[in-house]
């Protein structure tokens, strides 16, 4: 714990999480979650591009901050 908050995050993870926030909330708008496409609300494809792509990224952002120490 720290003193400015309850955990310390890096700014790399907080963007991911408030990207991973803002991006959930938003798929489920109504005019998201009602469009269709190939069989899937478009809420379920931007939930799922999200939960393939998050890993990724802090994968990337991981490893370039290890390569920085």
Do not use: D, Q
């Not at 310390?8 to 993870?13: C, D, L, R």
């Not at 792509?53 to 994968?59: D, F, H, S």
């Amino acid at each position: 714990m720290n003193k400015n908050g309850f955990f310390a995050i890096k700014p790399s993870s907080a963007l991911g999480l408030i990207g991973f926030i803002a991006v959930s909330l938003l798929a489920h708008l109504p005019a998201i979650r009602n469009t269709m496409a190939a069989g899937l609300n478009c809420c379920s494809w931007i939930l799922l591009i999200l939960a393939l792509a998050l890993p990724v990224y802090c994968i990337i952002v991981e490893t370039a901050e290890l390569k920085k120490e």
